[in-house]
């Protein structure tokens, strides 16, 4: 393959905090460094992405910044041609939302392609929400399974849980998931509805912010916390 300048062009994974923090309080310093050398990135907003890049570099020219949107309203035909600064020698980052790029995020969907067009893909290091909220749960790490959203109907989620509940004791597997911030207090009241009493859950919401809340109790001792999870972002994980 060749380029106008005769060299590809890298593809950065660059993580993003998990909300309002000081980047440099939870990111080292390898992000700002690399975000102050790219001028091209995929994002899946543009106006807090550029809110991100300029809190991160102040004095970062954005103006001269290229963003390329990928989000549910992306074309699937369009996603290929965001590499395309790649194959013109340049190098490009992919900006998470919250976290890290390609763990329940869309930018996935490049890095396919970039290794399908042999571009060096470059994940950084930064938080991510599941991994930290398993290292805090005390279940088990070495053996674990992300699982996503659950489904929204009622009966279909309850099955859902119950299934997750039987792999986990059959396999000695952690099951993590997540719920819509404003679904969160339903979902831990199924859980405890729904699990056996013994069943260990996690709740870990607002990771790494100062209202970090990270706690493992059996679901019988789940009904005795009061704690209000709405529109809190918040990893779940149970374990038999």
Known sequence: MSTQNGKIGKVYLIPSTLGDMPPLE???ISIKQTIERLDHYVVENEKTARHFIKKISPRKSQPG???????????PEEI???LNPCLEGNDV?????????GIA???AAVVKIA????????????PSSILLALMASGMNGQNFAFNGYLPIDSSDRKKYI??????????NQSQVFIETPYRNNKMLEELIKTLAPSTSICVAADITLPTEYIKTKTAINWK???????????????QA
């Open 93 to 101: 980052g992919i900006l998470s939302e919250a976290g890290c790029p």
């Open 224 to 238: 005795k916390e009061n704690v209000d999870l709405h529109k809190r972002p918040a990893i779940f994980i149970i």
């Open 65 to 75: 910044l290229k963003l390329f949107v990928l989000n549910k309203f992306t074309e």
């Open 105 to 107: 995020d869309p930018g």
């Open 162 to 171: 119950k299934n997750l509940e039987r792999r986990s004791k059959e396999e």
């Open 115 to 126: 290794h399908s067009k042999n571009i060096q893909v470059i994940p950084l290091v930064g």
């Open 80 to 82: 290929p041609t965001f």
């Open 26 to 28: 939870v990111l080292p």
